[in-house]
Structures are given as C-alpha cells and as structure tokens.
C-alpha cells in the first residue's frame, strides 16, 4: 500500500493535486490518500489575548473551510482518506507528516509563475522540497494572474533600477 500526502489550502490551484490524486487511486485502489492543511499560528499579541480551546476552534473551522472542496472533490467519487490538521509553519509541517506518516510521496500543486515570481515569493513548494526526502510531485495548477506574470517581475526590475542609482 502506497501513502500520498496531499496538502491542499482551499485554493482553486490546490484542488489540481486532489483531482490528480483521485485519478491515480481509480488506476490504484491500494493507494492511502492523506490531505494536510496546515493552519498559521496566531501572533503572541493574540495567544495573549485568547484561549488556546478558542483558538483551536478556530484553527479547525477554518480547515474545514480549507478541505471543504477536496473533501467534496474525494467524497463525490467515494475515494478514501485520512484528514490532518496542524498548526504552525506550511513547509515544516508538510515535511514533518510525510515523515511521520511514512508517505512515499507529496504531491502538491502550484500556480504556474515564473521563476523570479517564484524567488520574491519564497513558494511553499520550494521550501518543502527543500526540507523533505520524500518525493514531492508538483502538478501545475492555473496560470498565474497578470499583477503575478507582469506586475511583481516589473517591481523588482523597478527596485533593482532604484538602488542601481542610488550606488551610483
């Protein structure tokens, strides 16, 4: 039995990987589907501020939100699957669960964006191959948006220009 990890975050473009994923388990009946989603950790001004059994509720409403689509996605075709949920930084915790439940592979899938989109942004998916032994499948997902294609390699052409000139 092969173990797949899948981390959606309730983006259009993650839904991509669960649709793949569906499709290898209908070739591959054995195949155990996990879906990860990773919550952010609240700021210490919050957890000052807040109960941990508050902040847990809302960790878990908003990853139910989060897997709705791939739940829906999974349930619609009667596929199995384990959920998790965890709190805390998205690379590490993908790394981490793929260990921890001796998956043979992640599979994620991303926007499609330029490298230097990719660079400013620092990608999750970057982060996790870097952190992991565990093979990672990256599936395209939907083109990037304009602002993301033209908007963000512009600025940083535009920062570049600006501090050309100031060391000058």
């Not at 950790?41 to 878990?60: C, I, K, L, N, Y």
């Not at 990853?63 to 690379?91: C, F, M, N």
């Not at 992640?106 to 620092?122: G, H, N, Y």
Request: glycine share 8%; charged share 25%.
């Amino acid at each position: 039995m092969s173990r797949v990890l899948v981390p959606p975050d309730g983006s259009p473009n993650s839904l991509h990987g669960v649709r793949h994923v569906a499709r290898e388990f209908m070739k591959d009946r054995e195949l155990e589907i996990h879906l990860l989603n990773i919550q952010r950790p609240f700021s210490s001004e919050v957890v000052r501020f807040t109960g941990r059994r508050d902040r847990m509720a809302f960790h878990q409403e908003q990853a139910e939100k989060a897997l709705g689509p791939a739940r829906q996605a999974l349930d619609r075709s009667g596929i199995p699957y384990t959920v998790h949920v965890e709190v805390g930084d998205r690379a590490d915790c993908i790394a981490d669960a793929a260990r921890r439940l001796r998956c043979a592979r992640i599979v994620m899938s991303t926007a499609r964006k330029s490298s230097l989109v990719r660079w400013v942004e620092d990608s999750v998916t970057n982060q996790v191959i870097e952190r992991t032994t565990v093979p990672v499948e990256v599936i395209a997902g939907d083109a990037a948006s304009s602002l993301e294609r033209v908007g963000i390699p512009a600025g940083v052409g535009a920062g570049l220009l600006v501090l050309g000139m100031a060391a000058d």
